[in-house]
């Protein structure tokens, strides 16, 4: 999955870092109090995805936020999970 493709479906990114390392490019996009899972509850987290040469290999999210009787919290792990899965990345 290409950086262009996580955008159509992530939206815009708040954040990126790009560094070169070993004559590869890395770059780091960073997502910043997005919903985990709208259909679900009304958590929010911070989600990062990272390219090597412009293709996904990796996927996290952290510091999920949940109101107070929230129930769920998977929404983030699931986006995580999709966004690996259509990068088609044997990494």
Same mark, same amino acid.
């Given at each position: 999955?290409?950086? #262009?493709? /996580? ?8 954040? +990126? ?6 004559? #590869?490019?890395?770059?780091? +996009? ?9 259909? !679900? ?7 990062? /995805?990272? +390219?090597?040469?412009? @293709?996904?290999?990796?996927?996290? /999210? ?5 109101? !107070? ?12 999970? !999709?966004?690996? @899965? ?6």
């Amino acid at each position: 999955m290409t950086p #262009d493709e /996580v955008t159509k479906i992530m939206g815009p990114r708040d954040s +990126f870092t790009t560094v070169e390392r070993n004559g #590869d490019q890395y770059t780091l +996009f960073q997502y910043t109090n997005r919903w985990c899972n709208p259909n !679900q509850d009304a958590s929010r987290c911070d989600m990062r /995805v990272l +390219f090597k040469n412009q @293709k996904v290999i990796g996927a996290d /999210v952290a510091d999920i936020r949940r109101p !107070q009787n929230a129930d769920g919290g998977l929404g983030a792990a699931i986006l995580g999970a !999709q966004l690996l @899965k259509r990068s088609q990345s044997p990494y």
